[in-house]
């Protein structure tokens, strides 16, 4: 005997084969919309220093099959990180801005673009610890967010090696005002990099954590102030390789070089007159030009 539906009259095994069918479609039509804007998110490393550039890198892969626009729509940035830091404690951001998204993005159908964000600048990221990060992107046409996978990275401190204060000279932005210049060292699995932190420990306003690049652990580098109490830093990058640096006090980066040990090994020089230069050494114009392509 054939069992039928009580309300359609229809056979129980027709009514589930189209219920199965509907129930795939609406699988694959869900699949397709969320596999309309790719997001993904990385970091260059796992630790970073505390007040260095943190650089997230966000890559938006455009799957929708037609040219998209992505702009701010309904009191909602396109493009946004959610920030967590210890215990799941959501960190905000320090503006009521997002100046991640200040601009509309167009992205034609199929494209990859990527776009990179210091996340120190956005996010009070300077505390000890590990943050977790995701990036979302809000596509308006379907009032709908795409996300990234979660990444992590640690912020912790190197090891200070030097540290000078001085004060800021007459005629010069700030005057009265003083600096600490500090080198540090931190070592990461298979090198070691020197940091120069510049701040006012008076307000405790950091205006700049950099890595100046590989050190050699054995070599001490060399740091000298000049007459306009600017830093100059001589050191080891590699054997027979060195690296020279100029600091302004804010913390801008004035000058870098790299220095070929010759007949003579490089050390920085103190004239008469208060300037401070490097002598010794010949200038690597392979690693110049590389640099000035990056």
């Given at each position: 005997m054939r069992i039928r539906n009580s309300s359609f009259g229809l056979p129980s095994s027709?009514?589930?084969?189209?219920?199965?069918?509907?129930?795939?479609?609406?699988?694959?039509?869900?699949?397709?919309?969320?596999?309309?804007?790719?997001?993904?998110?990385?970091?260059?490393?796992?630790?970073?220093?505390?007040?260095?550039?943190?650089?997230?890198?966000?890559?938006?892969?455009?799957?929708?099959?037609?040219?998209?626009?992505?702009?701010?729509?309904?009191?909602?940035?396109?493009?946004?990180?959610?920030?967590?830091?210890?215990?799941?404690?959501?960190?905000?951001?320090?503006?009521?801005?997002?100046?991640?998204?200040?601009?509309?993005?167009?992205?034609?159908?199929?494209?990859?673009?990527?776009?990179?964000?210091?996340?120190?600048?956005?996010?009070?990221?300077?505390?000890?610890?590990?943050?977790?990060v995701r990036t979302h992107v809000y596509f308006a046409d379907l009032a709908k967010f795409f996300y990234s996978g979660t990444r992590v990275f640690e912020v912790t401190d190197a090891h200070p090696i030097w540290q000078q204060t001085v004060g800021i000279p007459d005629?010069?932005?700030?005057?009265?005002?003083?600096?600490?210049?500090?080198?540090?060292?931190?070592?990461?699995?298979?090198?070691?990099?020197?940091?120069?932190?510049?701040?006012?420990?008076?307000?405790?306003?950091?205006?700049?954590?950099?890595?100046?690049?590989?050190?050699?652990?054995?070599?001490?580098?060399?740091a000298e102030i000049d007459r306009a109490n600017q830093l100059h830093v001589l050191h080891c990058a590699a054997p027979r390789a060195w690296s020279y640096s100029r600091i302004g006090l804010n913390g801008e980066l004035l000058a870098h070089s790299s220095l070929m040990e010759t007949n003579s090994r490089p050390r920085l020089v103190h004239s008469t007159n208060g300037d401070v230069t490097a002598h010794g050494g010949a200038i690597d114009t392979a690693a110049q030009s590389s640099r000035s392509t990056v």
């Amino acid at each position: 005997m054939r069992i039928r539906n009580s309300s359609f009259g229809l056979p129980s095994s027709f009514v589930i084969r189209i219920s199965s069918l509907l129930a795939t479609c609406v699988f694959f039509f869900a699949a397709a919309a969320e596999g309309q804007i790719q997001v993904d998110l990385k970091f260059k490393r796992l630790q970073y220093i505390a007040y260095e550039p943190v650089v997230a890198t966000v890559a938006i892969t455009n799957l929708a099959g037609r040219d998209i626009d992505l702009h701010d729509a309904h009191g909602q940035s396109w493009l946004g990180f959610e920030v967590t830091g210890n215990e799941d404690q959501p960190i905000t951001l320090l503006a009521t801005e997002n100046p991640a998204a200040a601009e509309p993005l167009k992205i034609e159908a199929g494209q990859r673009v990527t776009r990179q964000f210091d996340l120190g600048s956005l996010y009070p990221v300077h505390d000890f610890g590990a943050y977790h990060v995701r990036t979302h992107v809000y596509f308006a046409d379907l009032a709908k967010f795409f996300y990234s996978g979660t990444r992590v990275f640690e912020v912790t401190d190197a090891h200070p090696i030097w540290q000078q204060t001085v004060g800021i000279p007459d005629g010069v932005a700030a005057a009265g005002e003083v600096r600490t210049y500090s080198l540090l060292t931190n070592r990461f699995p298979d090198h070691t990099s020197l940091y120069v932190r510049v701040q006012d420990k008076e307000t405790g306003t950091v205006y700049a954590t950099y890595s100046l690049g590989r050190t050699i652990g054995a070599e001490q580098p060399q740091a000298e102030i000049d007459r306009a109490n600017q830093l100059h830093v001589l050191h080891c990058a590699a054997p027979r390789a060195w690296s020279y640096s100029r600091i302004g006090l804010n913390g801008e980066l004035l000058a870098h070089s790299s220095l070929m040990e010759t007949n003579s090994r490089p050390r920085l020089v103190h004239s008469t007159n208060g300037d401070v230069t490097a002598h010794g050494g010949a200038i690597d114009t392979a690693a110049q030009s590389s640099r000035s392509t990056v």
